[in-house]
């Protein structure tokens, strides 16, 4: 867990509408059998159909182009990847930066740390750390502006295909879901000493699984009668047994898997703590860009750029002259970008991807 971010949902930011579900009859055994493709870290409404380069260990940066094209790269400018995953974002920046520009990115998972200690370059450096300590470690390496961050949220396919990570129940594995492996709890330690009050809230505030209370009521059964939950695998059986209707084509257990992660992690609130420190990191002119997976991240970042944009937040008809009003912070740039036709067809995992650009004002 993420020390000094809040682990209660914010309800207001994750209440959403919910999807219709199919209803079955098959047994959770059963239900395991028909779906055993599904991944269950991803977005629950993304096509699931994973095809055999992604899950090979492959990892396809998502909106590639269209994400560093938005930072509207300065050669000689100061530049943050929130999220370097297998460095395809970085790497990109990196080719439109001049000798005096710079590239800072950060990431919490250990294998993505290893991965960037393998580019040799002198513009760039990584650092190990979630983005939500962006400011303060950029204020230690002397950095105080920059003229672009780009944060690339969610999980990559490298942490979903590494069946030790405990991210997908495609594979009967060690319950982990963390992130960063170096220290936190993982999602098995949490299951082990969480109520069953706070297990359905968590399944249903992040995996917005209408059969949250039901599962959380059998995993909880399952733990208390001596049973340690400690692999994907039997934890993927007990919530297939409790849910009675789910989507079509998706594994029943996709929506829990999705909130453990998110929980674990703690992202929503991580990236609600970061987005205000990129506005103040933002110099003049300075570019957002933020690719989301899922609709609870994505308002987040949604409701973030509107709230800067619309400053006036006075009473109506309260006496004030127009240049006296507060002024934008942030401005929208474009509409909402998501991936073509041609780039989910050659990775799925990109399907529910979306890319929103805001720039910083003038106003200080």
Avoid: W
Wanted: some cysteine; aromatic content about 4%; proline content about 5%.
């Amino acid at each position: 867990m993420t020390k000094g971010v809040n682990s209660a949902p914010t309800k207001a930011l994750l209440s959403s509408k919910k999807a219709p579900r199919q209803t079955s009859a098959l047994s959770g055994a059963d239900k395991l059998e028909k779906y055993p493709l599904e991944v269950s870290a991803l977005n629950p409404n993304q096509n699931q159909n994973i095809d055999e380069a992604s899950s090979a260990n492959a990892h396809i940066t998502v909106l590639l182009d269209e994400a560093v094209q938005a930072l509207a790269i300065k050669p000689n400018g100061v530049y943050v990847d929130g999220t370097f995953g297998r460095g395809g974002h970085s790497r990109k920046i990196l080719a439109q930066l001049g000798d005096g520009g710079r590239l800072i990115a950060f990431d919490r998972d250990l294998h993505a740390i290893a991965s960037g200690k393998s580019v040799n370059d002198p513009r760039f450096s990584i650092v190990h750390s979630h983005f939500a300590a962006m400011q303060a470690k950029l204020a230690e390496m002397g950095i105080k502006k920059v003229d672009g961050i780009l944060l690339d949220l969610g999980i990559s396919s490298p942490q979903i295909d590494e069946a030790e990570r405990g991210f997908s129940f495609r594979y009967d594995a060690p319950l982990d879901m963390r992130m960063d492996q170096s220290g936190g709890k993982t999602a098995a330690e949490f299951i082990a000493n969480t109520t069953e009050q706070q297990l359905a809230e968590v399944i249903k505030n992040y995996g917005e699984e209408r059969f949250a209370k039901s599962i959380a009521r059998a995993i909880i059964a399952e733990r208390n009668d001596g049973r340690a939950i400690t692999t994907t695998g039997q934890l993927a059986q007990i919530v297939a047994g409790a849910v009675t209707r789910f989507e079509p084509g998706q594994n029943p257990a996709t929506r829990t898997f999705q909130a453990l992660r998110i929980f674990v992690n703690q992202e929503l609130e991580e990236l609600s703590l970061t987005l205000p420190q990129c506005l103040a990191l933002l110099a003049p002119q300075g570019r957002l860009a933020v690719i989301s997976f899922h609709s609870l991240e994505d308002r987040i970042v949604k409701q973030f750029i509107r709230d800067q944009e619309n400053r006036d937040d006075l009473p109506a008809n309260f006496p004030v002259r127009a240049a006296d009003l507060p002024q934008p912070k942030l401005k929208s740039v474009g509409k909402t970008i998501k991936p073509s036709a041609k780039e989910v067809k050659a990775n799925p995992r990109s399907r529910s991807a979306v890319l929103r650009v805001a720039e910083r004002t003038l106003v200080v």
